[in-house]
């Protein structure tokens, strides 16, 4: 596979669920990120890893919790969620420290919280 | 706070016109900048950045970049109806390292 890929594709869960999202970068990336798009509203960054090592926090709430293996893999583990948390989460790569600062998208996660 | 403000639309321009996207800029500090495409129930894919005042020219698209002004626009020619979709504008500055501020989109329809 190419790119960048994160699975599920779609995610219904209930509010005391506990469940992962999973993303995989094939571009020899050292940077990895998780974003969150809702409805009318910008991106919002929610996590940053370089180098594996978690660089930026956005003030993003404790029931989401990201994990980077390694500078290939980065997971985003759900729990006790709210309705509101209910948007497309998308992933992304880049090469960090080469001058270039272009990022790469995965597909998203549609996460439903009921 | 920093900011990135574009108009929501929809810009509406006929097939095969010139559609004329803008973006501003809160930071003067912002040093990369870059314009993302989004269909409907997609992910944003990247189609052009810029680093320097001036025009970037990259097949129907044109980036135009003037940091005096705090502005970036996207120029599509030729627009044709695949061009149909919410264009991101995205910032980075100085000092945010790989920190990327995106605006809200703004959604482009090119009509038969």
């Known amino acids: ?114 | 706070q920093k900011e990135v403000e574009q108009n929501s639309g929809p810009l509406s321009v006929p097939e095969g016109a010139i559609a004329s996207l803008n973006c501003t800029y809160s930071d003067r500090g912002s040093q990369s900048f870059f314009w993302y495409r989004q269909y409907s129930g997609k992910s944003p894919e990247l189609i052009m950045f810029i680093y320097s005042n001036g025009d970037k020219e990259d097949g129907r698209f044109t980036a135009q970049l003037n940091k005096a002004s705090q502005y970036v626009s996207l120029l599509i020619r030729d627009s044709q109806p695949s061009d149909s979709a919410t264009y991101l504008c995205a910032v980075g500055y100085t000092g945010g390292g790989n920190k990327l501020t995106f605006g809200t989109g703004t959604q482009l329809k090119v009509e038969l």
């Not at chain 1, 992962?20 to 050292?30: A, P, Y």
């Not at chain 1, 940077?31 to 919002?44: D, I, R, T």
């Not at chain 1, 309705?83 to 549609?110: H, M, N, V």
Request: with cysteine.
């Open chain 1, 1 to 114: 596979e190419t790119g960048v890929t994160q699975t599920p594709r779609h995610l219904v869960m209930g509010m005391t669920n506990k469940k992962s999202l999973k993303c995989e970068q094939h571009l020899g990336h050292n940077a990895m990120y998780w974003y969150k798009q809702s409805a009318k509203k910008p991106l919002e960054l929610m996590f940053v890893y370089n180098f594996k090592e978690q660089t930026e926090n956005n003030s993003v709430p404790s029931r989401f919790s990201p994990e980077c293996p390694n500078s290939s893999h980065l997971f985003l583990h759900l729990h006790t969620l709210q309705p509101e948390d209910s948007a497309l989460y998308l992933c992304a790569s880049s090469q960090e420290g080469s001058g270039d600062y272009e990022q790469y998208f995965g597909p998203g996660t549609r996460l439903t919280v009921t």
